[in-house]
C-alpha cells in the first residue's frame, strides 16, 4: 500500500504542505505551513534587530557630536570627571570689612564669617567641611 500524505492548504500564504508538518503559531494564532514559520522567525528577528538600533541612538542624545576616532573608557571618564567638577556649587563670598568675609559653605549651605587674616574658623562649623577660597 502506498504511504499517502494529506496536503493541506496554509489558511495565512495558500501554500500547500504536508498536515503533518502544520504547527500552531502562537503570534498568527493558526495553524500555519512551515514556510510561515521560518518568514515568522525572520520577522522577529529584524523587528529585534530595529528596536535594539533604536535603544542606542535613543541613549546617544541628539545635541551629542559623534566621538572620534580612537575614544576609550578614559576619554569617557576624564570627560564625566570635567562635567561633574564644572556641576559643583561655587563658594559664595561676600566681603563685610577689610579683613572679614560672609561665606557659603558649598557643601551644606551654611553662611558664616570668616577672618582672612587670621583664617578662622578653619572649617565649616556645621559640617567640617575645608574651606576653599578661589
Known amino acids: 500500500m ?30 500555519v505551513c512551515p514556510e510561515c514559520v521560518k518568514e515568522g522567525k525572520q520577522h522577529t528577528n529584524v523587528h529585534y534587530e530595529l528596536r535594539k538600533q533604536k535603544e542606542l541612538e535613543a541613549k546617544q542624545k541628539p545635541d551629542e557630536k559623534p566621538k572620534p576616532a580612537g575614544w576609550d573608557a578614559d576619554d569617557e571618564y576624564l570627560e ?22 560672609r561665606y557659603k ?6 553662611r558664616f564669617t570668616y577672618n582672612t587674616e587670621k583664617k578662622i574658623p578653619a572649617r565649616c562649623p556645621y559640617c567640617s567641611r575645608d574651606i576653599q577660597l578661589t
Do not use: W
Request: aromatic fraction near 6%; charge should be positive; proline fraction near 3%.
Open 2 to 31: 502506498k504511504n499517502l500524505t494529506v496536503k493541506a492548504k496554509c489558511r495565512r500564504c495558500g501554500r500547500e504542505a504536508p498536515a503533518e508538518q502544520f504547527v500552531l503559531h502562537h503570534q498568527y494564532r493558526m495553524m
Open 105 to 110: 559653605c558649598q557643601k551644606c549651605s551654611y
Open 80 to 101: 564625566r570627571a570635567a562635567r561633574q567638577q564644572s556641576k559643583e556649587p561655587k563658594a559664595e563670598i561676600e566681603r563685610i570689612s577689610k579683613d572679614m568675609i
